[in-house]
């Protein structure tokens, strides 16, 4: 399968640790490549809808080689830290960008990584989990999992074995 990972970090911290942690489960059978949006020159949905008349965004930048990459996936797993009670910024520009082929999205399986700061009942990963269903509801979405964990400092969720165990595994049964 392949699988593209859209990694809403620009840190090496604990979402990258939990993407990490997927990739050493999934790897040995499918076929992965990581979007990270902080290294690509995108610039913002302008929502001009120019797009949908043609074969993609209008813009000159790495919108639509990006969007190719995700269209041509099997699978794609959404990465994130929380932001202010949402996902990160990074991540949100890549989603919006996809509205220029949003219907070749329809009917991929996805999963959802989430990472934050505040204990796994908070309400942020609720909000970001709502946002992802609603997604999943008008793209026909096969939602594989969604993943919320919980850490603080830098490395702390590398020293969670049960979460690692957990991410490896969910990798390793696709």
């Known amino acids: 399968m392949k699988i593209v990972i859209i990694n809403g970090s620009a840190r090496k911290g604990?979402?990258?640790?939990?993407i990490n942690a997927f990739?050493?489960?999934a790897s040995e059978k499918n076929e992965i490549k990581i979007i990270e949006p902080d290294k690509l020159n995108i610039a913002p949905c302008k929502g001009c809808g120019v797009c949908q008349c043609s074969k993609g965004c209008v813009d000159k930048d790495d919108t639509n080689p990006t969007i190719d990459k995700i269209a041509a996936a099997d699978m794609i797993l959404f990465a994130t830290p929380v932001y202010w009670w949402g996902m990160s910024a990074q991540l949100k520009l890549i989603i919006d960008k996809c509205y220029?082929?949003?219907?070749?999205l329809?009917?991929?399986k996805v999963g959802t990584i989430v990472?934050?700061?505040s204990p796994v009942?908070?309400?942020q990963y609720e909000l970001i989990d709502k946002q992802f269903d609603c997604m999943a509801k008008y793209l026909?979405?096969?939602m594989l999992f969604k993943k919320s964990y919980y850490a603080t400092a830098r490395d702390e969720?590398?020293?969670n074995k049960d979460s690692m165990n957990e991410l490896e595994g969910i990798g390793k049964n696709l």
Not at 14 to 18: F, K, M, R
Not at 100 to 104: D, I, V
């Open 23 to 25: 990739i050493k489960g």
């Open 106 to 108: 329809k009917n991929k």
């Open 157 to 159: 969720l590398e020293k």
């Open 14 to 18: 604990n979402t990258l640790t939990a």
């Open 100 to 104: 220029c082929r949003g219907l070749q």
């Open 140 to 142: 026909s979405w096969d």
């Open 121 to 123: 009942d908070s309400i």
């Open 115 to 117: 990472v934050g700061g």
